[in-house]
């Protein structure tokens, strides 16, 4: 087989799988489930108001997710079934600050895939047409470059919570002294955060704004303040939450545990950063003696060597 005739059978490959993916989507075609025959018959028990109805064009695929929500919903399906961290997605995308659910991370997900599929296809009838590659290297090189672009994705979702959490860990200490403050001038825990939240701007701020908007939805306190640091998952976060609630239930005071939370988290950040110095001085060993010492050793060694043969 060569070349061009490689090429033509993958071409008409492709083909035959989007045609038949148009023809099984189309809803003419799709089965009836068991729910769809059985909820006309039913009365509807949503109360909400219709002003609160959410629209049903998405923000991030606009009007085209009208053509391709059901595909989309089917991908997104079958490939929970063979991953078992659906809830450990919700937790990360809730760690990274990002609104969007599960389904809309994977369904972009599959999107970043289907677009290194596409180039990687590309590029290997590139190949295969200049003769530098076969038809199982072009599919090899097709398939390496969708599961790259799957994976980057999910790698961008974990840069993106490691840099929040390092924003919360440099935001916590002066937001913990303000807490003290207000605290200490008399206000309560629950006055202190609104006070810290309108006045303060960054991450732990937007997050107390969300435990004063559940707190006035019904929810005490210590119970938001317990969402909120599982939500963040971040040890420090979840050392203040403790203090807040032993010295809530127990009396102690506030503004003491507060400063001491701060203080903690303060030597926490100092720790780390001589750790990160004691990294950074080993890697910096590794240019100093594969690179700056050998021309060190050969400058010195060098002259010798040339009188030595002068002298010989």
């Known amino acids: 087989m060569n070349g061009h005739l490689a090429a033509v059978v993958v071409t008409g490959f492709g083909l035959g799988i989007g045609l038949w993916l148009i ?42 997710e009208r053509l391709f929500r059901l595909f989309l919903s089917d991908a997104v399906g079958r490939l929970g079934r063979f991953n078992i961290s659906v809830n450990g997605i919700e937790v990360r995308l809730q760690q990274a600050g990002r609104r969007e659910s599960a389904l809309e991370f994977r369904a972009i997900q599959l999107l970043w895939s289907g677009i290194g599929m596409l180039a990687g296809l590309v590029l290997s009838l590139g190949l295969i047409w200049s003769g530098r590659a076969n038809a ?37 200490p002066a937001i ?8 200490g001038a008399g206000e309560s825990a629950a006055s202190a955060l609104a006070r810290v939240a309108r006045q303060s701007r960054g991450e732990l701020a937007n997050e107390f704004g969300e435990v004063l ?7 005490p306190l210590i119970e938001a303040l317990e969402e909120f640091s599982t939500r963040l998952n971040i040890s420090a976060v979840t050392r203040f939450v403790d203090g807040i609630s032993v010295a809530v239930n127990r009396g102690t005071p506030l503004a003491d545990v507060l400063r001491a939370q701060a203080q903690d988290v303060r030597d926490v950040a ?20 594969f690179g700056v010492l050998p021309l060190t050793v050969i400058f010195a060694v060098f002259p010798g060597l040339a009188l030595l043969q002068i002298g010989l």
């Open 23 to 64: 023809l099984v989507r189309v809803p003419l075609m799709r089965r009836t489930t068991l729910t769809q025959r059985v909820e006309p018959q039913l009365r509807g028990v949503d109360n909400r108001s219709k002003l609160l109805k959410e629209s049903e064009d998405s923000v991030l695929f606009g009007p085209l």
């Open 136 to 172: 199982m290297g072009g599919f090899t090189l097709t398939l390496a470059m969708a599961l790259g672009g799957y994976l980057a994705f999910d790698h961008l979702l974990g840069v993106a919570i490691k840099r929040r959490r390092d924003r919360v860990l440099s935001e916590f």
């Open 213 to 219: 908007a559940q707190t006035r939805a019904g929810v």
């Open 176 to 183: 913990a002294e303000l807490l003290a403050l207000a605290v």
């Open 270 to 289: 100092k720790r780390e950063l001589m750790e990160s110095a004691g990294r950074k001085e080993i890697a910096m060993m590794v240019p100093l003696v």
